[in-house]
């Protein structure tokens, strides 16, 4: 059977409109080709404030749905990095990083195109970290978060945040590492701060501390191949050929995992008062005696799905995860939980004026969503609300380098709203430049 003729010489003689036709009359043929062009559109211009509501629709959608919308968000993120955008990626980045790995959690499923979408994300995070970068502590407060208390994915290789992260950031990690081996015994936190103290040291171009991790490790070709390119690298030749001598006398030794110790009575009885009435009461309770027993990573993991499980029930439990993990001191989840799972209009804006300052672009979508149903009170003291909302969106977009975004959002809301003279008034009143073709009003009401 004879392969099928390549059809692109001939597609690139035919203009861009007879293109457009083609496509779009297979697109209404084709269910899938659609939504693929659909995303496209939805974020090809390289606009952050619709990539952040493209997320904020994706979790209420099915996996294959939520899937291809992360995607489209990936998409954009790449085009912009590619291009050299000017905008602050980062936070659009993370949050991206952040609702995948939450939505891992919940379905459990590590291995299918989601779990690839996650490990793109950081990619892209850890490039807008390079071309913009925020502050190094608290990315690496957020690094160790991810890593230490986390469901076990995303891994964060140091090395592709190292630029971002800077001195001030890596002492700050080395330092939660140094304390963790100190105080911790065999389990998953010494597990993590192990592999990072590896990573650290070969960020920090230390090869004696290195070595002397990879040395401390059971014996293993992988490991012995590791220290001798470390060593090589750094022009050690002699000591390579020596490690490498010395590791074809080794034996494999074997070491059987530490037996888990038994759960305490106070968290056991904590944990099923819990169960019994899921709240921020009992959580407050199960996480002071989990704490203090050790036990607190993994029972949070699972009392906190049972939240969600709840909080997609309705606003009063939505709320109260939000205020659960506000308690933890967990703001970005918080934040997060409050748009995935539609917590009252009250807290989300309680939310949005608290992340405002750090996370401009995320907040963006709220703060429009808030200026519609002002306008739509039709009344003067919501009118001048809405020009005080249109003062902080013009600076959250100038905060997060789209200006032009607020210019396009701004010409569209007018031209919406053009005959609501008292609130072209408004925004007129407080001084915020309107597109050319608004006229002043005549006739306030």
């Known amino acids: 059977m004879s392969r099928p003729s390549d059809l692109r010489p001939y597609l690139r003689t035919l203009d861009a409109e007879t293109l457009a036709d083609l496509l779009h009359a297979q697109a209404e043929r084709d269910p899938e080709l659609r939504h693929s062009l659909e995303l496209r559109a939805a974020t090809q211009s390289g606009d952050v404030s619709e990539a952040h509501r493209l997320l904020d629709t994706a979790v209420t959608d099915g996996n294959v749905e939520y899937t291809a919308k992360v995607g489209a968000v ?24 952040d609702d995948i790995s939450e939505v891992l959690e919940q379905t459990g499923d590590h291995t299918g195109d989601l779990a ?20 190094p502590e608290k990315l690496a407060d957020w690094i160790l978060e991810v890593e230490f208390d986390g469901p076990g ?16 950031g890596l002492r700050r990690i080395k330092s939660t590492v140094d304390d963790v081996l100190a105080a911790s015994g065999p389990g998953h936190r010494r597990d993590v701060a192990e592999r990072l103290r590896e990573q650290l040291a070969e960020v920090l171009g ?29 022009g050690r030749h002699s000591e390579a050929i020596a490690h490498a001598a010395r590791a074809l006398t080794h034996d494999k030794n074997g070491h059987a995992p530490p037996l888990e110790p038994r759960e305490d009575d106070e968290t056991a009885r904590r944990r099923q008062e819990f169960d019994a ?25 699972t009392a906190l799905t049972r939240l969600r499980e709840l909080a997609a029930e309705g606003v009063e439990p939505a709320d109260e995860l939000v205020r659960v ?52 009170r039709k009344d003067p003291a919501a ?3 809405v020009a005080r909302r249109l003062k902080l969106l013009r600076t959250l977009h100038k905060r997060a380098g789209t200006p032009d975004e607020f210019t396009a959002y701004l010409a569209a809301l007018v031209e919406t709203h053009r005959r609501k003279t008292r609130l072209i008034t408004e925004i007129r009143t407080a001084r915020i430049a309107l597109p050319k073709p608004v006229t002043s009003p005549r006739t306030p009401r």
Do not use: N
């Open 153 to 168: 994915r995303p891994v964060i290789d140091l090395a592709e945040f190292a630029t971002a992260l800077g001195e001030p």
């Open 277 to 301: 009435k899921p709240g921020r009461e009992t959580y407050a309770a199960l996480r002071e005696a989990a704490t203090a027993g050790g036990k607190w990573t993994a029972q949070r993991r």
């Open 116 to 135: 690839e979408r996650l490990d793109r994300a950081v990619e892209l995070y850890a490039r807008a970290c390079t071309a913009r970068p925020p502050d």
């Open 206 to 234: 230390d090869v004696d501390e290195l070595v002397a991790i990879l040395s401390a490790k059971p014996p293993r070709v992988d490991v012995s191949l590791k220290i001798v390119r470390v060593l090589r690298a750094a």
């Open 325 to 376: 993990l506000l308690d933890d001191g967990r703001p970005d989840e918080a934040w997060r939980a409050c748009v995935r799972f539609g917590a009252s209009g009250e807290l989300k804006l309680e939310l949005a004026d608290q992340r405002a300052a750090d996370h401009p672009a995320e907040t963006i979508p709220v703060f429009r969503e808030q200026v519609e149903e002002l306008i739509e």
């Open 74 to 97: 990936l998409d954009t993120l790449q085009r912009m990095l590619d291009a050299g955008s000017r905008a602050d990626l980062g936070p659009l980045a993370r949050r991206t990083v």
């Open 383 to 385: 009118y001048q609300e």
